[in-house]
């Protein structure tokens, strides 16, 4: 072999050897270092993939928004990383919404988190809301205040619908 693909073959167990030791440590800081220093080889693509998945774990363990963002500030240019973290601040922001538990709460967690995991039970948990509070409706004015306040809402539709029925017969 010459010198060169020696020194290659030298330098990718270099490499390697120290993705091992970095492996070790298992901080998602030397993760990131190892990238950086050593970008495109296949020992930083596969630090990467390493360094989301530990990213990911740790988002999924972590209690508080505040957690999440303080890690998000080295790592918000990776995208799964990045999904991982919206997910979870979804899940949490769901947990105080469920301890809250009220219509206005649903609707700002429904309105905030669109896209979230919780979302369709965050909509049936709004719409029982909004079933108990159409149920013990008595006035007109009551009536067209729910359907301002729940305009999407199948029975604010049906309070229009009885409402112009008896305009109509009057």
Same mark, same amino acid.
């Given at each position: 072999k010459s010198v060169p693909e020696i020194a290659h073959m030298a330098e990718?167990?270099?490499?390697?050897?120290?993705?091992?030791?970095m492996r070790q440590e298992g901080s998602l800081q030397a993760y990131k270092t190892f990238i950086e220093k050593y970008p495109k080889t296949n020992e930083s693509e596969a630090a990467q993939r390493e360094m989301i998945k530990l990213a990911t774990k740790i988002i999924n363990e972590a209690s508080t928004e505040a957690e999440i963002d303080s890690l998000m500030k080295d790592y918000s240019q990776y995208e799964a990383i990045e999904? @991982?973290?919206?997910? #979870?601040?979804?899940?949490?922001? $769901?947990?105080?919404?469920?301890?809250? *538990?009220? @219509?206005?709460?649903? #609707?700002?967690?429904?309105?905030? $988190?669109p896209y979230a995991d919780e979302n *369709?039970? @965050?909509?049936?948990?709004?719409?029982?809301?909004?079933?108990?509070?159409?149920?013990?409706l008595k006035t007109a004015r009551q009536l067209a205040d729910f359907a301002l306040k729940n305009d999407d809402s199948p029975l604010a539709e049906q309070r229009f619908h009885l409402s112009a029925g008896v305009r109509q017969k009057t």
């Open positions: 990718g167990r270099r490499i390697a050897s120290l993705l091992e030791d999904r @991982a973290a919206k997910k #979870r601040k979804a899940s949490l922001a $769901y947990l105080a919404v469920k301890k809250i *538990n009220n @219509a206005e709460a649903y #609707r700002n967690f429904i309105s905030k $988190y *369709n039970e @965050a909509l049936d948990a709004l719409e029982t809301f909004r079933e108990s509070e159409y149920a013990h």
